[in-house]
C-alpha cells in the first residue's frame, strides 16, 4: 500500500448530492484529506436519496468515500469563524450554492483568497455564477435536457429522453476535477497564487455532444433523435435483438469493421455493393444494413452470434446490467468492481477507483460513514486546537 499522489493536498467539502462531491471523491480517491462540511441538522441531501439499507443510504457510500465528515452551520456566525480556521491552510474548497450564497454569509472569493491566497474555490452550479440564468435553480435533469442532450436521445417518434442517473452532475463532476489539477500545476509551478473556478452543470455536458454546434453553424443541421443509430457516424451502428430475447450492441463504422461484419453473417460480398461500398453509401441505406445485420442476428442466439462475431473481430457486445458486469470475467479481472469492508454494512462491492496508475494507483480507504460528524472530535479538537468543551457548546448552540 504504497503513497498516493495527492497525499498532502487538504480538500474541503461544503457541497451536496453530485456534481461538486465527486470532485472531492476523485481527490480523495487518490490521496488528497478530503473535509466534508455538511448542515448539523439538514445534512447532505444525498443521504436521503436512492437505495437504502436497513436505513443507510448506499449512493452516499461511495460518492462520500475516503472522506472525514464534520457537521457545521455556515449560516451562523460562529460557524463562519470555524470555518475560516478550517481553509485558512486548506488548497481547494468546493462548493455548490446558487451563485451569492458564499457571499452572503461573508464568505465570498475576495475574503477566501486574503485569508488564503494559495486557496483553490471550485464554485459548481447550474448555470454558472454569471448570465442570465445564474440565479435560477439548476440541478442536472435541467442541464441534461438544456444542453441539446435529451433532444438527440430517443427514438425519432418518440419523447425527447432523459439518462437514467446524474448524467450531468458526473461529467461535471470530471470537468471539475481536472480544472481543480489544472489550477494545482498553475499554482505550485507558476503563479503561487490560488484562483477560483467557475463550473456550470450546463456547461459540461454540452461541451462533450460532439460536431452539433460547427455542423449546425456550417450546414444548418439539427441533429434528431435517431434511436441506437448515429447516422452522422457510421452504419451499421444500432442494439439488434438475438432469437434468446437478449441485445447485442455493434459498432461497425470503419470501412474495414463493416466488411468484417457483413463476413461474419455470410456476406463478405456485400461491402462491395455499391449501396454499401463507404460510409456514406451505408448511411444512406442505413435501413437496409440493419434489416440485413439485424435478420441475421434475429436468427441466432446472444452466444452463437458473439462466438461468430469474436471470429471475425467484429465490434459487438451484449447489453449488461449491472446483475452481469459484477459476474463477468473482464470486470473481475480488472477490479472494476472491488470489495471495500464498511462500518455500517460489512463488505460492500462498489466501483473502484479510475483510472489506474502504474506506480502510484488509487484506493478506496474507506467508505462514507453512516453518522453525521463522525469526524467532527478528530478535525475540530486534534486539527483546529479546539477543546472538547467549546465543541459541546457549540454543538449544544446548533452551530456544530
Known amino acids: 500500500m504504497g503513497a498516493l499522489p495527492l497525499e498532502g493536498l487538504k480538500i474541503v467539502d461544503i457541497a451536496v448530492l453530485f456534481a461538486s462531491p465527486t ?11 478530503v473535509i466534508k462540511v455538511e448542515h448539523p441538522r439538514l445534512g447532505d441531501s444525498l443521504r436521503s436519496l436512492g437505495a437504502a439499507k436497513n436505513g443507510v443510504p448506499l449512493w452516499w457510500k461511495i460518492t462520500n468515500r475516503n472522506k472525514k465528515c464534520v457537521t457545521l452551520d455556515l449560516g451562523k456566525p460562529e460557524g463562519q469563524e470555524v470555518f475560516k480556521q478550517l481553509i485558512a491552510d486548506a488548497d481547494v474548497l468546493t462548493e455548490n450554492f446558487r451563485p451569492g450564497t458564499l457571499e452572503r454569509w461573508g464568505l465570498g472569493w475576495e475574503v477566501l483568497h486574503a485569508l488564503n491566497p494559495r486557496l483553490i474555490l471550485v464554485r459548481v452550479s447550474g448555470f454558472g455564477q454569471t448570465g442570465p440564468y445564474k440565479d435560477k435553480p439548476g440541478f442536472g435533469t435541467l442541464a441534461e435536457a438544456m444542453s441539446g442532450f435529451a433532444h438527440i436521445t430517443g427514438q425519432s417518434d418518440g419523447p425527447p429522453t432523459l439518462p437514467g442517473t446524474g448524467l450531468a452532475d458526473a461529467v461535471a463532476g470530471q470537468f471539475g476535477t481536472w480544472a481543480v489539477m489544472f489550477a494545482l500545476y498553475e499554482r505550485d509551478h507558476k503563479s503561487g497564487k490560488g484562483q477560483f473556478i467557475d463550473l456550470s452543470v450546463l456547461e459540461p455536458i454540452f461541451t ?10 456550417q450546414l444548418g443541421v439539427i441533429q434528431q433523435r435517431t434511436g441506437n443509430r448515429v447516422p452522422s457516424i457510421g452504419a451499421p451502428r444500432n442494439i439488434y435483438k438475438t432469437k434468446d430475447g437478449k441485445w447485442l450492441a455493434l459498432s461497425a463504422n470503419a470501412h474495414a469493421l463493416a466488411g468484417r461484419v457483413f463476413a461474419a453473417i455470410g456476406q463478405p460480398d456485400l461491402i462491395h455493393d455499391p449501396r454499401f461500398k463507404d460510409n456514406r453509401a451505408r448511411i444512406a441505406h442505413i435501413d437496409e444494413v440493419d434489416a440485413i445485420v439485424g435478420g441475421w442476428i434475429s436468427e441466432h442466439t446472444a452466444a452463437e452470434a458473439l462466438t461468430r462475431f469474436d471470429e471475425y473481430e467484429c465490434a459487438v457486445v451484449p447489453v449488461y446490467s449491472i446483475a452481469e458486469i459484477v459476474t463477468d470475467p473482464h470486470f473481475q479481472a480488472r477490479e472494476a468492481v472491488t470489495t471495500v469492508p464498511d462500518a455500517d454494512l460489512g463488505p460492500v462491492r462498489m466501483q473502484n477507483v479510475v483510472p489506474k496508475l502504474s506506480r502510484t ?6 467508505t462514507a460513514p453512516a453518522r453525521m460528524g463522525e469526524h467532527n472530535e478528530e478535525i475540530y479538537c486534534t486539527k483546529l486546537g479546539m477543546s472538547r468543551e467549546r465543541l459541546a457548546a457549540l454543538k449544544e448552540k446548533g452551530v456544530i
Open 23 to 33: 470532485i472531492s471523491q476523485n481527490m480523495g480517491d487518490f490521496g488528497a484529506e
Open 208 to 217: 462533450i455532444l460532439g460536431d452539433q454546434a460547427i455542423s449546425y453553424d
Open 361 to 366: 494507483p488509487g484506493r478506496i480507504r474507506w
